[in-house]
């Protein structure tokens, strides 16, 4: 019976991955073959150099935002770690995804929306910014606070719930804090991964509005905080 | 307390992880106020067992059980049985010495927090009882200094100790225990079989223990299982000395396992 669910779990995720990949691929073809339409559009005055201060504005309302995936995303790691049984298929599934996903690197989810926002659409909006947010955060975010429950010891688990305490005691009073360093390590680094990327459209943009290569400081600021914020999340990282 | 004198009652028990028979059909009777162990070789179905009378098994998705398990005259897969209740009535102690990782003090008061209204403990109440608690397993005058400490720096003896004690404030019926001196060394386990027998007539014991001179010297009634079956269950000393089962006759007198 067990084999069953696993083969139909299996099933789902390769098609999951395959559906994932066509869709990979018929967008490059689609963009490759019509390499004329990118180049009509680059004429237009749809991006000026009040883009370069409207996306600092969309940057800042980011914020919120950013603060809602990430908490979204540790709410379902603990989900998926605590609540679903690690044998049921909507477990393997999400897991799997998610990890396809969160080994996409960065700098591919930023180059990405880069060029979807400079080439293809011509315009920055809020909600082309969410995606890359989320793209960029939830699986990584999803993956290392499992990772970071994961390690809380199974004698832990089982000896409060001997003494008969609930699903929810347990991970309040235990796997919450056991992990908590842990996941300020990991908002740590989806920060840093989140200035990158910002980093790159800011300049993207700057460049490709003004023309030249002469990138402005704030560019140069945000590389220097999402070094600086990776760096703090490893030291915090670093104890345990 | 069950009229008939047993505190868990099995019939018919059989249990399946996926496709595989664990337990099969078990019927067994444990008396009250007595230390009964469960010997075996590895993989018998011993802590399968005994996991199953807190219904801790049932957190590994595809366990199923089928056949009757009362405890203290209840069935315990009745659909108004309480978890929470139950884990208060069958405390269990594991393999390795678990305390929480917080102070040894708050490991006392953890198990009867859960249980009780928040923040009905006042601090007098509670010390008194991890006062109790810790004296009943021997361990107050070691540890009142300590009790701010981590409970997981104190020595595996200790830790062992501390298991059991933060199971009495809950006043539980039966304490399981699953190999509970396989982590100590031999201070460690008379330690523990001492206070197994001390606190004996209060509570009922079930053990499982790879180890047969322990079962020897501090049962009162001894199960032999072997792959899933439940073999003999006799008393202590006529199981080891006149094994009715060849079976059983094979592994006391160390033939096998």
């Known amino acids: 019976m067990n084999a069953n ?55 800042y309302r980011m914020i919120p935002s950013f603060c809602g995936v990430i908490l979204f995303s540790i709410a379902i790691s603990f989900y998926l770690e605590e609540w679903l049984h690690q044998t049921s298929w909507q477990y393997q599934i999400i897991e799997r995804y998610i990890a396809i996903l969160a080994r996409v690197p960065s700098l591919v989810v930023g180059i990405l929306a880069v060029y979807f926002i400079l080439f293809h659409f011509q315009n920055i909006t ?59 390590a990991v908002i740590g680094t989806a920060i840093s991964r989140i200035l990158a990327v910002a980093a790159l459209l800011v300049a993207g943009v700057w460049i490709y509005v003004s023309n030249s290569f002469n990138i ?20 915090l990282d670093w104890k345990k | 307390m069950d009229t008939n004198n047993y505190s868990i009652e099995t019939e ?16 067994v009777n444990i008396p009250t106020g007595k230390i009964t162990s469960l010997i075996g070789p ?5 802590t399968t067992l005994l996991r199953c009378f807190n219904r801790v098994n049932e957190r590994y998705g595809n366990v199923t059980t089928e056949g009757e398990i009362k405890i203290l005259g209840k069935n315990i897969y009745d659909p108004d049985v309480s978890l929470l209740e139950l884990r208060k009535t069958v405390g269990m102690v594991f393999q390795r010495p678990n305390p929480l990782p917080i102070s040894v003090y708050e490991n006392i008061l953890f198990g009867l927090r859960i249980h009780s209204p928040f923040r009905s403990l006042n601090r007098t109440q509670a010390d008194e009882i991890v006062e109790e608690a810790l004296t009943a397993v021997f361990l107050w005058d070691d540890l009142k200094d300590k009790l ?5 720096s104190l020595q595996l003896e200790q830790q062992q100790k501390l298991c059991i004690a933060r199971l009495l404030p809950l ?18 386990t008379l330690a523990v079989e001492e206070l197994m027998s001390v606190l004996a007539g209060s509570y009922t014991f079930l053990i499982v223990t790879h180890n047969m001179a322990q079962a020897k010297r501090v049962s009162d009634e001894c199960i032999y299982m072997f792959l899933g079956e439940l073999i003999e269950h006799r008393e202590t000393q006529a199981l080891f000395e006149t094994p009715e089962h060849p079976k059983t006759a094979d592994y006391v007198q160390m033939r096998y396992g």
């Open chain 1, 216 to 235: 402005p400081k704030s560019v140069i600021l945000m590389i220097t905080g999402a070094v600086i914020v990776s760096v703090l999340s490893s030291l």
């Open chain 2, 42 to 46: 590895s993989g018998c179905g011993k």
């Open chain 2, 12 to 27: 018919n028990l059989s249990l399946w992880y996926g496709d595989f028979q664990a337990l099969i059909d078990v019927s």
């Open chain 2, 171 to 188: 006043k539980p019926q039966v304490i399981l225990m699953d190999e509970p001196c396989s982590a100590l060394d031999a201070k460690g």
């Open chain 2, 148 to 152: 701010k400490m981590r409970a997981t």
């Open chain 1, 126 to 184: 809020y909600y082309s910014l969410l995606l890359t947010v989320v793209l960029l955060v939830m699986p990584f975010t999803i993956r290392s606070t499992q990772k970071a429950i994961q390690t809380v010891d199974m004698s832990v688990r089982e000896a409060a719930y001997a003494l008969g305490a609930t699903r929810w005691r347990v991970v309040t009073s235990h796997v919450f804090p056991h992990t908590f360093p842990k996941i300020l």
């Open chain 1, 5 to 59: 669910i696993m083969n139909r779990s299996e099933l789902i995720y390769h098609t999951i991955a395959i559906v994932t990949l066509a869709i990979f691929i018929i967008l490059l073809w689609n963009f490759t073959s019509d390499v004329s339409y990118v180049e009509d559009q680059t004429s237009s005055d749809v991006m000026t150099e009040e883009t370069v201060s409207t996306i600092y504005g969309l940057l």
